[in-house]
């Protein structure tokens, strides 16, 4: 049973951090491409981060750059996201997904996905 489940949401004031965190079980995902999704209410899930599975290449969608970190630690199964200076327009439900391909901004090119973890920034 493949499962990847998220953690680290939660309530943050505007310009705080937070990290979120993926643990990967059930499958080695060691040489799987990583990523971070985020969905807002009535809108689309869209495409916030992605790392390779080597961890040399990291993508970011451009409302994140400057501010967010991807990362991974293969050893663990374990990708993460460190969100630094929030805003409002972060509020979202952040989904972890993995993918044996290479790493896409595309929904549909990621074959698993977590449960979803809700983070929530005031203004």
């Known amino acids: 049973q493949v499962q990847l489940v998220e953690s680290g949401g939660g309530l943050v004031q505007a310009g705080g951090s937070l990290r979120l965190s993926c643990a990967a079980s059930?499958?080695?995902?060691?040489?799987?491409?990583r990523g971070w999704f985020r969905q807002a209410p009535g809108k689309e899930r869209e495409f916030v981060a992605a790392i390779s599975w080597s961890g040399g290449s990291t993508y970011y969608t451009d409302s994140v750059k400057g501010r967010f970190t991807i990362s991974s630690d293969n050893a663990r199964g374990t990708v993460y996201l460190q969100m630094t200076s929030l805003k409002p327009e972060d509020t979202a439900v952040y989904y972890c997904?993995?993918?044996?391909?290479?790493?896409?901004?595309?929904?549909?090119?990621?074959?698993?996905w977590g449960q979803g973890t809700q983070v929530t920034v005031s203004s």
């Open positions: 997904a993995a993918d044996f391909s290479g790493p896409s901004d595309r929904v549909r090119d990621w074959a698993y």
């Open positions: 059930g499958r080695t995902f060691s040489r799987s491409a």
